[in-house]
């Protein structure tokens, strides 16, 4: 079995509706896909309309979580999408997303960078807005080369010259809230040191003590000798170890399986899970 449980859709900040990203999933021989874009399940009914035969959905987001200053992000699988206090939390992440990407934006201009809140809204779309906009956006203005290149401490990175914060929720509260919902919490890239600065080993320490189920180890943003260190921290704090390819469409150089989840880990996933179940595929529109 061929398992990414880390992608992105329009309904957040990839490039593919969420009935391409299932079809790009299929095309490309994966058994498994987990549809986890950033504070919604906005995604989810399209996704799962289009699912071709063969391939089985996970539901999912990706929650914008703070641990002591330092932002990070908390895959959490298979909960229930209407349980009032983990979608009362999306909700409040999703409508601080505005106001600080027009608050960024306003920062590119006072730096004499001429892009528009116009042509941001524009490149979103339906999608959750966020940096990744904001960074096609430099791109289309020839200020950066790739979106990659937006994220420094030049632009948009944290504490970048055009950054600004928005809502993050508190780890130990998103593993709260995830649990309650019936779901499974994975710390994504927890080692991505290019996004900024990351969450100690003391503090993985921490979060799993206090429910948190595994670590995103296999990803484009870990090098060989990163994923090694991240194997054994994971076996001495009983974590399980996903992989994936956080796929972003055109957005990002990677492809929808570029790492994989083993099938015992994705099994023990499953288990765990309480509040909804993988949807196999029947063959969609």
């Not at 298979?78 to 027009?102: I, K, M, Q, S, T």
């Not at 940096?131 to 994220?151: K, M, S, W």
């Not at 670590?215 to 704090?237: N, Q, Y």
Request: hydrophobic content about 40%.
């Amino acid at each position: 079995m061929r398992i990414d449980l880390h992608t992105h859709s329009t309904a957040s900040d990839g490039t593919d509706s969420p009935a391409d990203l299932v079809r790009a999933a299929g095309a490309a021989g994966l058994d498994v896909v987990a549809l986890t874009d950033h504070d919604t399940t906005r995604g989810h009914a399209e996704a799962l309309a289009a699912l071709p035969a063969g391939l089985t959905l996970v539901t999912g987001a990706e929650l914008s979580c703070r641990y002591d200053g330092i932002s990070m992000h908390m895959l959490a699988y298979l909960f229930d999408p209407e349980e009032p206090a983990l979608l009362a939390e999306r909700e409040l992440v999703r409508d601080d997303r505005v106001p600080r990407a027009r608050g960024m934006v306003a920062k590119l201009n006072g730096l004499g960078v001429p892009v528009a809140w116009e042509q941001v809204a524009r490149i979103a779309g339906d999608g959750s807005v966020g940096r990744p906009h904001i960074a096609t956006a430099l791109v289309e203005l020839g200020v950066v080369e790739t979106v990659n290149d937006a994220f420094t401490r030049e632009w948009l990175a944290d504490g970048g010259r055009a950054h600004m914060a928005k809502h993050e929720t508190d780890p130990f509260e998103a593993l709260r809230l995830i649990k309650g919902a019936g779901g499974v919490a994975v710390f994504a890239h927890p080692a991505a040191s290019k996004r900024g600065r990351t969450v100690p080993e003391s503090g993985i320490a921490e979060l799993a003590e206090a429910g948190l189920d595994g670590i995103e180890v296999d990803h484009m943003d870990h090098d060989p000798e990163t994923r090694a260190r991240l194997r054994g921290l994971a076996k001495e704090l009983g974590l399980l170890v996903t992989g994936s390819s956080d796929y972003h469409g055109s957005r990002k150089s990677c492809v929808p399986g570029e790492f994989t989840t083993d099938p015992e880990v994705y099994g023990e996933i499953t288990r765990r899970a309480t509040g909804a179940f993988p949807v196999p595929g029947a063959g969609g529109a």
